[in-house]
C-alpha cells in the first residue's frame, strides 16, 4: 500500500531535548512538508522541500530543521530553541510541489513535559 | 499577509440535510482549492480538490469556486452523522517557488445530528 507514514505516534520529551520526528513517504512524490497543528489553529508550514537535497524554510521554521537526503524521507528536529513545541506535527507530500494537492500522513503528537 | 477565513461554527444540520461550508481568500492569484475532513485527533483527509471557476461534484460532496469574489464553498448532500468533523479550507500561494505551499482556514466544525 501507497501512503504516508509517521513515527512515534505520540512522543514526550522533557524541556531542553532535541527530538526528531520520522515521515516517510513511499508515494515516488517530489515535495514533502511539515506543519504543526495547535488546538483551535489552522495548519502553519514549517519546512518545506521540493526536491531531494534541497528545503526551504516555511511560515515557523525558528527552532526545528530539517534534512531531504532520499526522496521518501523528511525528518525534521525539534531543536530546545523552540519555545512552545507541544503540538501536533503533520507531514505531508504532493507529487510536484507546484499547487498540486497534498496528502497527510497519521501524525506525531508531541508534549513537552 | 495573505489569509484563509473560515467560520469555526460549529455549524448544526440535521441528517438528510444540505451542509455547507464556506471560504474566503485573499490572494487574488491563488490558483489551487482544496477540502480537508479532519476528524478529532487525526490528521487531515483530502475530500476535494478545485481549479477552474464553477462546480465540481462528488458523490455527495460539491465544490463551488468564484475567483473574482476570492470564495471557495463546500456542499455536502444527504448528511450523515459520519459527516461530523472540522472540514480546513485550502488555498496555495499563488506566486514564485512557494506557489506549492498551502494556506489553511483554522476549519469549520460541522455536527450532524441523527
Known amino acids: 500500500d501507497g501512503g504516508i507514514t509517521q513515527s512515534p505516534k505520540y512522543l514526550f520529551r522533557k524541556e531542553g531535548q532535541n527530538v526528531t520526528l520520522s515521515c516517510e513517504q513511499n508515494?515516488?512524490?517530489?515535495?514533502m512538508y511539515w506543519y504543526r497543528q495547535d488546538p483551535g489553529q489552522g495548519l502553519r508550514l514549517i519546512y518545506y522541500?521540493?526536491?531531494?537535497?534541497?528545503?526551504q524554510k516555511g511560515d515557523i521554521a525558528e527552532g526545528y530543521s530539517v534534512s531531504r537526503e532520499k526522496k521518501e524521507s523528511f525528518p525534521l528536529t525539534v531543536t530546545s530553541a523552540q519555545k512552545n513545541p507541544t503540538a501536533f506535527y503533520l507531514c505531508?507530500?504532493?507529487?510536484?510541489?507546484?499547487?498540486?494537492?497534498?496528502?497527510f500522513g497519521p501524525g506525531t503528537r508531541l508534549t513537552v513535559l | 499577509q495573505k489569509e484563509v477565513e473560515q467560520n469555526s461554527g460549529p455549524l448544526s444540520v440535521p441528517e438528510g440535510a444540505i451542509a455547507s461550508l464556506n471560504c474566503t481568500y485573499s490572494?487574488?492569484?491563488?490558483?489551487?482549492f482544496f477540502w480537508y475532513r479532519q476528524y478529532s485527533g487525526k490528521s487531515p483527509e483530502l475530500i476535494m480538490s478545485?481549479?477552474?471557476?464553477g462546480d465540481k461534484e462528488d458523490g455527495r460532496f460539491t465544490a463551488q469556486l468564484n475567483k473574482a469574489s476570492q470564495y471557495v464553498s463546500l456542499l455536502i448532500r444527504d448528511s450523515q452523522p459520519s459527516d461530523s468533523a472540522t472540514y480546513l479550507c485550502?488555498?496555495?500561494?499563488?506566486?514564485?517557488?512557494?506557489?506549492?505551499?498551502?494556506?489553511f482556514g483554522k476549519g469549520t466544525k460541522l455536527s450532524v445530528k441523527p
Open positions: 505531508a507530500s504532493s507529487v510536484t510541489g507546484a499547487g498540486d494537492e497534498q496528502f
Open positions: 508515494l515516488n512524490h517530489d515535495a
Open positions: 522541500s521540493q526536491i531531494v537535497n534541497d528545503f
Open positions: 490572494d487574488r492569484v491563488s490558483q489551487s
Open positions: 478545485i481549479y477552474s471557476n
Open positions: 485550502a488555498v496555495n500561494r499563488g506566486y514564485g517557488g512557494s506557489q506549492g505551499n498551502l494556506i
